[in-house]
């Protein structure tokens, strides 16, 4: 028995000296691993706020670095078909806007100072109107004494002139359209082939070697393309303000020959 005890008695210091042990190097590797997890949870942490760093920049200055990646040479070229295309653009809108005349209210205005004054009254009218309409009313008002066909050419004929200056520099718009777009496919094309020629000179199929040509190329389809786009919007609105002004030019000079006919019946 005294054996026994003997023996568990030194078993049981043994497993008390084993377990401080343990005990002991837990505690000395746990600043350690705290350590290791707060690195960890920094390094984690980084990598999540460098996208977000990255997200912050601007529209603007997202689009100017794309501008420079794409290379000074093509997309100079198509920033300039941009703001050449985009001021023609704003300053045929003006010109258009101030060319809209109320036909009704104009027609009104002249038949009345016609029946009042007669045509000198109706012609000093379509001198203090602005537009096209009132200048085809003038031309044809200043016919009026002759014949009321002489009156009818002259509108005619001056519908045409009004006309051309409403589609004044118009063409250069859908210049500037096509024009955008084939330079960045030509950019494309300029991409690739530089791209091929650093792969010949290296031997070797490397994707960076060939990623970079790439990213030119794309970047600078992108932007034709863009502006094209923006582009086509504007020409579009133009034409449609130039067809709904030429559709006035015509009801208003049926009016006014109608106006001249019942004035001569009188």
Known sequence: MKRLFSILAVAALVLTVSVNANAYNETQAYPE?????????????????????????????????????????FMGIVLLCLILGLAIAIERIIYLNLSTTNTKKLAQEVEDALQSGGVEAAKEVCRNTKGPVASI????????????????????????????????????????????????????????IIAFDKIEAAGDMQPSLVAGGIKVALLTTVFGLIVAIILQIFYNYIIAKIDRIVNDMEDASITLIDILVAHKNK
């Open 33 to 73: 691993d705290i350590q290791t997890i707060t690195t960890t949870t920094t390094v984690v942490s980084l990598q999540d706020e460098m996208p977000e760093a990255e997200e912050s920049l601007g529209f603007h200055q997202e689009l100017k670095k794309r501008f420079i990646e794409g290379g000074p040479g």
């Open 137 to 192: 009313y003038y031309q044809g008002l200043d016919r009026a004494n002759e014949s009321v066909d002489a009156a009818e050419k002259a509108v005619v004929a001056y519908g045409g002139v009004q006309m051309g200056q409403l589609e004044k520099n118009v063409s250069w718009i859908s210049l500037f359209i096509a024009l955008a777009p084939m330079l960045g496919f030509m950019g494309t094309v300029i991409g690739m």
